[in-house]
């Protein structure tokens, strides 16, 4: 079945004014609002544990860091990394904090 331009037209215009409506609708944007705050409680969540994972690797890179040996280059260099990577670790947990502070 070929469509003509009239008939693409007309569903176009039906289907504008199914979207139109729906969002201006008082009741779907009491709807939209739900969900919006539904999901900002879903990523406060999703922060929550990211932040704690964030602690835990950090505490497990500190204690790797200074198993290290210390005595030798290729020691000293992973002990560098570890701390690096520790340091960046607890950076992420404190920006999380930050968030839930000016939340």
């Known amino acids: 079945m070929k469509l003509g331009i ?3 037209a007309s569903h176009n215009n039906y ?5 139109s409506s729906l969002f201006n609708n008082k009741n779907n944007r009491a709807i939209n609002r739900t969900k919006i705050m539904s999901k900002i409680e ?3 969540s999703e922060l929550v ?6 602690i835990l690797d950090t505490v497990d890179l500190v204690e790797r860091a200074n198993d290290c040996d210390r ?11 570890l701390m690096k990577s520790a340091n960046q670790t607890l950076a992420i947990a404190a920006r999380i904090e930050q968030l ?3 939340a």
């Open 15 to 19: 289907t504008w004014a199914r979207l």
């Open 49 to 54: 544990r990211i932040q704690e994972m964030a």
């Open 71 to 81: 005595q030798t280059k290729v020691g000293r260099g992973d002990s560098y990394w």
């Open 100 to 102: 839930h502070l000016q």
């Open 42 to 44: 879903e990523y406060k």
């Open 6 to 8: 009239k008939d693409v």
